[in-house]
Structures are given as structure tokens and as C-alpha cells.
């Protein structure tokens, strides 16, 4: 199936989305991506994202999403989106599992959906429920309030503050572990100023309040900086990204699948 542009999914203009559906959808996992720019930029990608296209052609689906950004936007107008986007692939789209990822603001969006479970429980869908979000990709998110979010408040965006507007906030003792999703979470190791050590401590806070350790990955990619990897191609010339999202979106899946038998 080619790669469907421009799918609306919500009553804003910018709430638009491209669907890279592998060749039977209706069986294929489903990764939800939301892309990164701090909250201020970027957007979709122009319907031919290389690492989209090659996870299409591994047999994974990839809806790929815009969302309201600074200045127009206000917190939490973008994590709004990002919900609502979930909620209408979920409900819209043919899938078999369903993971929710995105890098830098967007691991952001997917790290806050996960932990701040009021966003999908707005559209009656439970985040930390592997039957029906199988795992959250958070590729170099920020675990504490936004950067920009500080901006918006007229703060440093140096400083580090932790309340609803940070995903570690929200971690604590878990009602159902046996039915977690799993977390991935991935920094480079020359990342942003403080975003290792807070994406550690991150991972280090979910198995601290009972996340079963498989549930939790925390990758370090070494001699990059700041999703540097996204686009990167390893020794033999192939990108560096998708394999490392098939693995977890596939392992994220046959979690989810066991609750089928």
C-alpha cells in the first residue's frame, strides 16, 4: 500500500498525518511518531521519511504526525494532540498492536502520554495497559518539565523542574504490573546537557516503584550527540534507526499478543 498524505485527525488545521501502512495492516503493529523541534518546529516530514519507509517495508506501520506548536500553542495543547492522534489511529486505522513513540519533543509527547494517564483516559483509552498501548518508544525526552514549557512560564530553561508538566512526575506505584507496557528510552551519550543522566534516573524511578524490568530499556547510543542517530548509517551503510525501533516495537508487540491467547 503506498503511503497515505495529509490524514486529518482532529478539527485543527495542523492536525494532520501520514500513514506508511505495511503491506497487511490489519496484522502489522502500529507506531504512532511524533516528530521533534523543541515544541517550536519541525513537522511530519514530506511523505517519504526514510526510516518510516524502511520500517513500512520491515512490517511495521507508522502514522506520522504534526501537532500545535510554541508560540501559537500553550501547554498542554500539544500533549492534547498527541492523545487525540492516538485515539483517532486507534480507532480509525486497521493495526495490530499499537506503540506510541516520538524523538526529542516528541519522546517528550510519548513519555508524558505514557506517565500522565489523564491525556488518553480522555478518549477512554488506558496508557499503562499493554492490551491497549503496547509500548512507548521515548526516544531523548525530556523526563522534566519541558525546556520550552519554562519558557512558557518565563523561567531558565536551564532549570529543572519536576510537576505536571513532567513525566517523572507522574511515576509511582503501579495498580497492575503484570499488564505494563513497555519503555524504551534512548539518549545519546554527547545528548543535551542533563538529558542522560535525567532519562537514567527516569528508568531508574519506573523499576524503583515496580516496573517489571523487562518493561523498562534505557539505551545510551555511543559518539553521537542529540538524535544524531536518527538519519545515521552504520558501518555497512544502512540507517542506524529503524532496526532499533523494529526490535522494541516487535518485542513491545508479542508482550501485548500474550494477553490474546
Known amino acids: 500500500m503506498d503511503t497515505k498524505r495529509a490524514l486529518s485527525y482532529g478539527p485543527n488545521p495542523v492536525h494532520l498525518a501520514d500513514w506508511y501502512p505495511a503491506d497487511d495492516p490489519a496484522s502489522s503493529p502500529l507506531l504512532v511518531f511524533f516528530h521533534g523541534g523543541g515544541l517550536e518546529g519541525g513537522d511530519r516530514g514530506n511523505g517519504s521519511d526514510p526510516v518510516f519507509s524502511e520500517l513500512k517495508a520491515r512490517g511495521i506501520s507508522v502514522l506520522t504526525a504534526d501537532y500545535r506548536l510554541y508560540p501559537a500553542a500553550r501547554f498542554p495543547d500539544f500533549i492534547q494532540d498527541a492523545a487525540l492522534c492516538v485515539s483517532w489511529a486507534k480507532d480509525n486505522l486497521p493495526h495490530g498492536p499499537l506503540c506510541v513513540g516520538g524523538s526529542s519533543a516528541g519522546g517528550y509527547l510519548s513519555m508524558m502520554l505514557a506517565m500522565d494517564e489523564r491525556y488518553l483516559a480522555a478518549h477512554g483509552i488506558r496508557s499503562q495497559d499493554r492490551r491497549q498501548i503496547a509500548g512507548y518508544f521515548c526516544d531523548s525526552g525530556q523526563p522534566t518539565v519541558h525546556f520550552n514549557v519554562l519558557r512558557e512560564r518565563g523561567l531558565d ?11 517523572v512526575y507522574f511515576a509511582g506505584p503501579v495498580a497492575d504490573p503484570e499488564h505494563l507496557p513497555a519503555v524504551a528510552l534512548i539518549v545519546a551519550d554527547g ?18 516503584f515496580g516496573w517489571p524490568e523487562e518493561c523498562v530499556r534505557f539505551t545510551e547510543m555511543k559518539g553521537y550527540g542529540h538524535t544524531g542517530y536518527n538519519y545515521a548509517a552504520g558501518p555497512d551503510g544502512s540507517l542506524v534507526y529503524p532496526p ?3 526490535d522494541f516495537v516487535r518485542f513491545a508487540a ?3 499478543e500474550k494477553d490474546k491467547d
Open 254 to 256: 508479542k508482550r501485548a
Open 191 to 208: 545528548d543535551m546537557v542533563n538529558r542522560p543522566e535525567q532519562n537514567r534516573m527516569m528508568a531508574r524511578t519506573l523499576l524503583h
Open 157 to 167: 530553561t536551564r532549570l529543572i523542574r519536576v510537576d505536571e508538566a513532567a513525566p
Open 244 to 246: 532499533m525501533i523494529e
